[in-house]
């Protein structure tokens, strides 16, 4: 307690001699304001502008118990949901937008809560460079933010269409932050790793990219001159594939299981076979582990061996044989392990094709032979599209969960 005591005596003492000094201390540290003079964003949109594709487009979602007016566009819903509303807003630059988007407000516009930040399709081809300083240098956002792309779209058409679906955009993208490892068909990315990714040139950058699609209301039936509502679906689909720095294309979901397990981001998933009957089995994958090991000579890299492990569980089949004979688990690993194959092949295949390395191998050559990378790094970009890669699957599966065999399995009494 008395070094603390102490500790605090001399901060104070510093604070005092720089102020006494004529430093203007006060004017590094945030602004002190009322929390209820604030406004809390939680999306922040970024886009190139609309009139002159220099300037920087931002569109802000926050959500509010009461109506706002003032140049602001209000999406309320009824039923008990908080009103969600939106700013938009342009200038020369990230923050020179917000500025401008502050002119409309009534209350001052707080970055400190927003949870995820959304990059239209446009600005990410463009390049993140000049829209990731301002977010990354910011004292109010935090480094931790999640960051996706807007799919074949605006970043700001994205979040205003959002505010048709039956959940809360700020919701959804808690759930993908969350729960994106259910499936392992996509991913999470943090605003410090794509600091990190951004100074390696060699390897690509993937950010999970998030769709929106407008459907038809289900049970709808035409009369009393009503029509249909257009219901808002927004999902996680895949990545965006960058190089450079800039957005060049999309890994669907298939290709971005793929990215995963080559760089051990796989967390679960199910794979679907089939068993030597023709019928359809599930198996839950619980691990994936890939390995990688590098062939040289004379300093250069010749190939890649790959080496993946897959284990399973037996969750589902449709016929009513026992397949859980010897000889019917070496068919289904067999088939769990040329379809685990399959897959990285058509990643590989994708990225040797776009010349982009989503793979994970630059980063992994520098960090086990950093003095062989330095001779073989300027020459990377030739070298990656036609590097000979082998694959070898180890294929497991574990258990059948409480059952052995289906209910009504042939030859049972």
Same mark, same amino acid.
């Given at each position: 307690?008395?070094?603390?005591?102490?500790?605090?005596?001399?901060?104070?003492?510093?604070?005092?001699?720089?102020?006494?000094?004529?430093?203007?201390? /006060?004017?590094?540290?945030?602004?002190?304001?009322?929390?209820?003079?604030?406004?809390?964003?939680?999306?922040?949109?970024?886009?190139?502008?609309?009139?002159?594709?220099?300037?920087?487009?931002?569109?802000?979602?926050?959500?509010? $118990?009461?109506?706002?007016?003032?140049?602001?566009?209000?999406?309320?819903?009824?039923?008990?949901?908080?009103?969600?509303?939106?700013?938009?807003?342009?200038?020369?630059?990230?923050?020179?937008?917000?500025?401008?988007?502050?002119?409309?407000?009534?209350?001052?516009?707080?970055?400190?809560?927003?949870?995820?930040?959304?990059?239209?399709?446009? !600005?990410?081809?463009?390049?993140?460079?000049?829209?990731?300083?301002?977010?990354?240098?910011?004292?109010?956002?935090?480094?931790?933010?999640?960051?996706?792309?807007?799919?074949?779209?605006?970043?700001?058409?994205?979040?205003?269409?959002?505010?048709?679906?039956?959940?809360?955009?700020?919701?959804?993208?808690?759930?993908?932050?969350?729960?994106?490892?259910?499936?392992? @068909?996509?991913?999470?990315?943090?605003?410090?790793?794509?600091?990190?990714?951004?100074?390696?040139?060699?390897?690509?950058?993937?950010?999970?990219?998030?769709?929106?699609?407008?459907?038809?209301?289900?049970?709808?039936?035409?009369?009393?001159?009503?029509?249909?509502?257009?219901?808002?679906?927004?999902?996680?689909?895949?990545?965006?594939?960058?190089?450079?720095?800039?957005? &060049?294309?999309?890994?669907?979901?298939?290709?971005?299981?793929?990215?995963?397990?080559?760089?051990?981001?796989?967390?679960?998933?199910?794979?679907?076979?089939?068993?030597?009957?023709?019928?359809?089995?599930?198996?839950?994958?619980?691990?994936?582990?890939?390995?990688?090991?590098?062939?040289?000579?004379?300093?250069?890299?010749?190939?890649?061996?790959?080496?993946?492990?897959?284990?399973?569980?037996?969750?589902?089949?449709?016929?009513?044989?026992?397949?859980? =004979?010897?000889?019917?688990?070496?068919?289904? /690993?067999?088939?769990?392990?040329? =379809?685990?194959?399959?897959?990285?092949?058509?990643?590989?295949?994708? !990225?040797?094709?776009?010349?982009?390395?989503?793979?994970?191998?630059?980063?992994?050559? /520098?960090?086990? $032979?950093?003095?062989?990378?330095?001779?073989?790094?300027?020459?990377?970009?030739?070298? /990656?599209?036609?590097?000979?890669?082998?694959?070898?699957?180890?294929?497991?599966?574990?258990? @059948?969960?409480? &059952?052995?065999?289906?209910?009504?399995?042939?030859?049972?009494?």
């Amino acid at each position: 307690m008395a070094i603390k005591k102490k500790v605090l005596s001399l901060v104070m003492v510093i604070i005092l001699c720089l102020y006494l000094c004529g430093c203007k201390i /006060f004017g590094y540290l945030p602004k002190r304001t009322e929390i209820d003079s604030l406004e809390f964003i939680r999306i922040l949109g970024i886009d190139m502008g609309s009139q002159d594709s220099e300037n920087i487009k931002v569109t802000m979602l926050y959500i509010t $118990h009461e109506k706002e007016q003032g140049g602001q566009k209000d999406s309320s819903n009824q039923g008990g949901r908080a009103n969600i509303s939106t700013m938009v807003a342009e200038g020369k630059s990230l923050s020179d937008a917000i500025k401008n988007a502050q002119l409309s407000s009534k209350r001052k516009i707080f970055l400190g809560h927003v949870f995820g930040v959304i990059i239209g399709d446009e !600005a990410a081809k463009n390049g993140l460079g000049k829209y990731i300083d301002f977010i990354s240098r910011g004292i109010e956002l935090r480094l931790d933010n999640n960051i996706y792309i807007a799919k074949d779209m605006d970043a700001e058409e994205l979040i205003l269409k959002s505010c048709k679906s039956d959940e809360e955009l700020c919701d959804i993208i808690e759930h993908f932050s969350k729960d994106y490892g259910i499936t392992s @068909t996509s991913g999470n990315k943090k605003l410090i790793e794509i600091m990190e990714e951004l100074d390696n040139k060699y390897a690509g950058i993937v950010i999970p990219a998030i769709k929106l699609m407008e459907e038809k209301e289900e049970n709808f039936q035409e009369g009393n001159g009503e029509e249909a509502r257009e219901k808002v679906v927004i999902k996680l689909d895949g990545y965006g594939v960058l190089k450079d720095g800039k957005l &060049i294309s999309y890994a669907d979901e298939y290709l971005s299981t793929g990215i995963n397990i080559l760089n051990d981001k796989y967390m679960e998933g199910n794979i679907t076979i089939q068993d030597p009957y023709g019928q359809d089995v599930s198996l839950e994958v619980f691990e994936v582990i890939a390995e990688k090991r590098y062939k040289f000579s004379n300093g250069n890299i010749e190939s890649v061996a790959l080496k993946i492990i897959v284990n399973s569980n037996l969750a589902e089949q449709h016929s009513r044989e026992n397949i859980y =004979t010897k000889e019917g688990l070496e068919y289904l /690993f067999e088939q769990q392990a040329d =379809t685990v194959k399959k897959e990285v092949y058509d990643v590989i295949e994708f !990225a040797q094709n776009n010349n982009v390395d989503v793979l994970g191998f630059s980063r992994d050559i /520098f960090k086990k $032979h950093p003095i062989k990378w330095e001779k073989i790094e300027p020459e990377w970009d030739s070298i /990656f599209p036609n590097l000979d890669i082998d694959i070898n699957i180890k294929s497991k599966i574990g258990r @059948t969960y409480d &059952i052995t065999q289906p209910s009504g399995v042939e030859g049972m009494e």
